[in-house]
């Protein structure tokens, strides 16, 4: 779906349970999944280092191992969204519905790893979450981080993006 012809955020949901291989597989957004285990990395390994530099490797690798092919797969439904109406609901789904089940699954496979510091590493990533998702979505509704048709590459994206905040001020 493109930026220009906006659609219901029922029929958008509709359309990405009837087709999922299109709309997560093929529409995965590999930018998005860099971004976010690099960021969400960094937290997972800073909040496990009282536990140990090996610990907090493993616990690096761990979220990586799911992080790359989870973030690239919430990003392509928040790109979908992106031109959904009412923004209300495209909103909710952004942003409550991709981290509550972006987060469970975190949930479960840092708790089934192990990992030390999880109340402390899922705190952070709720709260990364949030900010995130609502940046992923105002930056995918100017053109920016999306992956398909129309897509810059991830350092003309980069580049642009001191130029949006600097539209937005004004």
């Given at each position: 779906m493109?930026k220009?012809?906006?659609?219901?955020?029922?029929a958008?949901?509709a359309?990405i349970v009837?087709h999922?291989?299109?709309?997560?597989v093929?529409?995965w957004?590999?930018?998005?999944?860099l971004?976010?285990?690099a960021i969400r990395?960094?937290v997972?390994?800073?909040?496990?280092l009282q536990?140990?530099?090996?610990?907090a490797?493993?616990?690096?690798?761990?979220?990586?191992s799911?992080?790359?092919?989870?973030?690239?797969g919430?990003?392509?439904?928040?790109?979908?969204?992106r031109?959904?109406?009412?923004?209300?609901a495209?909103l909710?789904?952004v942003?409550?519905?991709?981290?509550?089940?972006?987060?469970s699954i975190?949930?479960?496979?840092?708790?089934?790893?192990?990992?030390?510091?999880l109340?402390?590493?899922?705190?952070?990533s709720?709260?990364?979450?949030v900010a995130?998702s609502?940046f992923?979505?105002?930056?995918?509704?100017?053109?920016?981080?999306?992956?398909?048709?129309?897509?810059?590459s991830?350092?003309?994206?980069?580049?642009?993006?001191?130029?949006?905040?600097?539209r937005?001020?004004r």
């Amino acid at each position: 779906m493109s930026k220009s012809s906006p659609r219901n955020v029922r029929a958008t949901l509709a359309e990405i349970v009837r087709h999922p291989v299109r709309q997560l597989v093929l529409r995965w957004n590999w930018k998005a999944a860099l971004l976010s285990a690099a960021i969400r990395g960094v937290v997972f390994f800073s909040a496990n280092l009282q536990a140990g530099g090996g610990v907090a490797a493993h616990v690096l690798l761990v979220d990586a191992s799911y992080r790359i092919p989870l973030a690239g797969g919430c990003a392509a439904v928040v790109q979908a969204m992106r031109s959904a109406r009412p923004l209300w609901a495209a909103l909710l789904v952004v942003l409550v519905g991709v981290p509550v089940f972006s987060h469970s699954i975190e949930f479960i496979v840092h708790r089934a790893a192990g990992t030390p510091a999880l109340g402390t590493s899922i705190e952070y990533s709720v709260g990364l979450s949030v900010a995130s998702s609502a940046f992923e979505l105002f930056v995918m509704r100017h053109g920016l981080l999306i992956v398909g048709p129309g897509a810059g590459s991830l350092a003309d994206d980069l580049r642009s993006l001191p130029r949006l905040f600097a539209r937005v001020d004004r």
